[in-house]
């Protein structure tokens, strides 16, 4: 009888096991995420014990088979995190934990295939993970009220079935992505309540019913196809007045298709029909009117071309309210007819005035972008920067004077290759850093190049990125004012430890790779338009009082003087420029992995990237370590004496790993910064 029950028992456990086992790799991300989330009671039949979510009915799982389809545990007081191993979950289409009190950033790892994502009102910090582009299948997409911040990268592309969006009540800032263009089943956008700026033309074109965009900081007109469905646009900087007219081609916002495509009853020009009504309306009329105003004023600037030429000294005369302006030589060629807010500034301003002024187009446009290089010596067309867009206090030359005791050597603290930098203590008590740029950094700059590398610069927002607070541009002088960051460079702790006496531990040193690894994945791809640093080392990263990393001289790459890139192109006697780098002299972001990947050789020997007191074949960090890096009794022999021993050898592989891969010769073969933040990520949680 004993047998025959333990024999039943046995059939009965068994069949429970073939119907109700969940997938195991659900049940991991599900475990993991149970413990990120500090065990909580409220989720009924949860255990971090368990191994069967679908047959023990955890409350919010939903199943198909073996495999977790839905994941809805919202408004039920959960803290902690989301866990690190959601991708997990291949079968989850619908993930909503809104309404808790989740915290740090959204995990990188999250499921691909989902079609709905709601994390509304928790308290999620840092950016838009860029892996929410690879979600094809992605209908709605909910993450607001949380406290996201920084840029949204150019990441919407791939997902053409979404069809509501709601990135409301976060601190966003920047432009629209162009890519948000390609959302072509968008439906529903609430992006209210941020700090987004630029225009909103990118949405004209959208199947939108619902917009709210009130409460942030866009500029511009409202494309008349968004004024139909009349969005909420409150709290915003419009311009007053009519809209331009389209440019010429462009077909009338008046002929446009109906938006619920009801060509039934369509009364166009063409039909025939009996609501016929003249080709040329109140709006084609208007067209027309300020087609003529526009010939017209063309053909009147023209003529005051003309009589210039005989009354330069009036056309003097005009320049004189024009602010960080000067000339150079005695031609100086005016910018084409195209918009009044367009100035020529000469590549080197001198206080003399010019006797006679030529007004003959420039031969090309110069079009610079954020990071691009351009050493041409001949005059430049660039355009006004608006000083209220910047996000920066404007500092007099003569407060930074006070502060760092006319620039005195004491103040010193670094010195690079935009500019020196000084200690600055103001008169409230706060302590600032300041960079005064190098008049070679200028050379061929004007204020107004000046301006609009402070402009974009100031848009940067990460944890891990050093912010710019302040700048000053006056007086031929050109100043950025940074947060000051008390434990200098990671280069001083690492390579001057006999003056600080306290190494950097190793799980310290996997903190300080993991945050400079999210700023250069901000560069890189959570920015509307990529950045490459171009000169990242760890001279460039600065620690806080808590040892977190901050990546200075984000964004300077144009005040690099030609001279200077050559220097760095010659990388290799420092050991940070990638190899292509030296051949064709082009920084890329896989250029930047591969810096990043040398820092990581850094914190795990301690040694400098290039090292002539070392042995001959031991002065190239990358050439001794990397390979070695998959050795473990000789990379332990490597680490730095500094850390005693006292680190787990498998954290230390997977570190190696991370490195083997960014410093591969090859540049195509190197990870993208998302990807090597998700391994480090995984480092951490494992070593937890």
Known sequence: MRVLISLCILVSISAASVNGVTDPTDVSALKIMFSSLNSPSQLAGWNSNGDDPCGQSWQGVTCSGSAVTELKIPSLGLTGSMGYQLDGLK???????????????????????LQRLNLASNSFSGGIPYSISQMGSLKYLNLSHNQLQGQLGDMFGQLP????????????????????????????????????????DVLKDLPLQNLNVANNQFSGWVPEKLKSINPQIDGNQWSSGPAPPPPPGSPSSGTRSNRNHNSGNNNSPSDGGNGKKSSIGGGGVAGIVISILVVGAI???????????????????????????????NEVKESKPVLPSFTVVPPKPIETPIPVVSLRPPPIDRKKSFDEDDFSNKPIVVKKVNRATIKATAYSVADLQMATTSFSPDNLIGDGTIGRVYRAQFGDGKVLAVKKVNASALRNLSSEDFMEVVSNVSQLHHSNIAELVGYCCEHGQYL?????????????????????GNPLKWNTRVKVALGTA??????????????????????????????????????????????????????????????EVALSGQYTLQSDVYSFGVVMLELLTGRKPFDSSRPRSEQSLVRWVAPQLHDIDALTKMVDPALEGLYHAKSLSRFADVIALCVQPEPEFRPPMSEVVQALVRLVQQEN
């Open 161 to 200: 079935n979404l069809n509501s969006l709601d990135f409301s009540f976060n601190t966003l800032a920047g432009d629209l992505p162009e890519s948000f263009g390609s959302l072509t089943s968008l439906n529903s956008m609430y992006m209210e309540n941020n700090q987004l700026t630029g225009s909103i």
């Open 299 to 329: 053909v009147a600037f023209f003529l005051l071309k003309k009589r210039s030429k005989r009354q330069s000294s009036d056309v003097e005369n005009s320049y004189d309210d024009r602010p960080f302006t000067a000339f150079a030589s």
């Open 518 to 579: 999210r700023a250069l994945e901000y560069l890189h791809e959570g920015c509307s338009s990529s950045v490459v640093h171009k000169n990242f080392k760890s001279a460039n990263i600065l620690l806080d009082s808590e040892l977190d990393p901050h990546v200075s001289e984000c964004g300077l790459a144009s005040f690099i003087s030609k001279a200077d890139y050559e220097a760095l192109e010659q990388n290799s006697s420092s050991g940070y420029g990638a190899p």
């Open 480 to 500: 950025l004012v940074y947060e000051f960051y008390r434990n200098g460079s990671l280069h001083d702790y690492l390579h001057l430890s006999d003056e600080y």
């Open 91 to 113: 079968s989850l289409t619908n993930l909503d934990i809104s309404g808790n009190s989740l915290g740090g950033n959204i995990p990188y790892q999250l499921p691909q295939n």
